[in-house]
């Protein structure tokens, strides 16, 4: 595997221009045009692996909902009862190489399965109640702990970071995150040595989250990071974005951000982290094994069984960017792999 590092906070700030986007544009708009080959699967497949023709379709009713105004409106914002700690400073160490996202779009474009499988789900996630919110660390670790969201908060050091979110669907976006280090909790709950994964857990509230009555999804949301992984600089739990508290649409009140993995390892709506010896079979491994598995690091030389990964739609855009090996973040991530190369890594 050929890995470039260049460490991003090193880029001279012309890097962060999308230049070298318009050179290779005419060619990717070519390899676009040429369009994804749609093989016949269940439609329950259609989920996270939606096919990205459909998924620039879907871009062009976009705007509308937009006009309706997003989730993260004053009003919603401040309504929030950890809004006084927002906005947190940003740490200048990870840098984008593409302009931020307006939130208008990654606030009103969202997948969020719990309130169905449109793009357009941010309305339905208001009903969402998001106080009290219990969180439970528990497990393999010295410190089990039941702890309300907003005391979560005070104990972690917040701050902001830009970063890259690709879906699996060949969709991306690049946004500022609020949040805290995953290690903050790992420290906080002192696991075992014997603890090898992190679980996370979403809610499950079935007469608020509709999508959660489609009982062909193996509710709740289930994800699964390495200690290794969960422990790396870059593992974030997302509080908040856009210098304010998380609106419902994108995870409030706790989500991950693993930059460096298809947009589904970061879910949305913890409610219990769990320390473990057995590897998580995480939701989209269950509903599609041949398409979605544990790992799902970025890879564009490893194409998805339905459409190629090579490149993506770049939200709020009309041209595409070559994907990069670990979504760009290979040179805080790769070596988390070395031995690994038998695991399916990139699906
Ligand atoms: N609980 C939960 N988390 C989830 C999802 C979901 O359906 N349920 N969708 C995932 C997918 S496929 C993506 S691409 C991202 C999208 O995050 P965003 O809506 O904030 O852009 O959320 C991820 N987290
Ligand atoms: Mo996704």
């Keep these: 595997m050929l890995i470039k590092v260049r460490r991003g906070w090193e880029l001279p700030e012309s890097a962060a221009t999308p230049e070298h986007i318009f050179r290779d544009r005419r060619r ?16 329950i497949l259609a989920g996270c692996g939606e096919a990205p023709d459909r998924a ?20 919603t914002a401040a309504a929030d009862p950890s809004a006084h700690l927002y906005p947190v400073a940003r740490n200048l160490r990870y840098r984008l190489d593409r302009e931020i996202t307006p939130a208008e779009l ?11 499988s449109s793009k357009t789900i941010w309305k339905k996630a208001q009903a969402l109640p998001i106080r009290p919110w219990m969180v439970t660390i528990d497990g393999l670790v ?20 830009l970063y890259r979110l690709r879906c699996v669907e060949a969709w991306a976006m690049a946004v500022p995150w609020s949040g805290f280090a995953l290690k903050a909790l790992v420290d ?22 509709r999508g959660q009555k489609a009982s062909w999804y193996p509710w709740p949301y289930i994800e699964g990071l390495t200690m290794a992984e969960a422990r790396n600089e870059l593992a974030f739990i997302a509080t908040g ?22 947009g589904f390892k970061s879910t ?26 544990f790992w799902a690091n970025v890879n564009p030389e490893v194409p998805h069984p339905r459409w190629s990964q090579r490149t993506e739609r770049v939200l709020g855009q009309d041209y ?22 038998g695991e399916k890594l990139f699906m």
């Design 28 to 43: 990717l708009l070519k390899a676009a045009a040429a369009g994804p080959i749609l093989l016949a699967v269940p439609g």
């Design 56 to 75: 620039d379709q879907a871009t062009q009713v976009a705007p509308e909902s937009q006009v309706a105004g997003a989730g993260t409106s004053d009003a």
């Design 106 to 116: 990654a606030t009103t474009y969202n997948n969020y399965y719990e309130f169905g």
């Design 142 to 161: 010295e410190n089990k702990i039941e702890i309300g969201v907003d005391d979560l908060l005070a104990k972690m050091p917040l701050e902001e970071r």
């Design 188 to 209: 906080l709950a002192r696991p075992l040595a014997s603890a090898k994964y992190l679980r996370m857990e979403s809610f499950h509230d079935p007469e608020v989250a």
């Design 241 to 262: 974005i856009y210098g304010k508290p998380m609106p419902k649409q994108n995870g409030a009140p706790l989500r991950l951000a693993v930059p460096w993995k298809y």
């Design 268 to 293: 949305k709506g913890i409610v219990r982290f769990t320390f473990t010896d057995v590897r998580p079979n995480t939701f989209w491994e269950k509903v599609g094994p041949a398409e979605y598995g």
């Design 320 to 341: 595409r960017v070559d994907t990069q090996l670990f979504n760009g973040y290979a040179e805080f991530v790769a070596e988390l792999y070395t031995g690994l190369e």
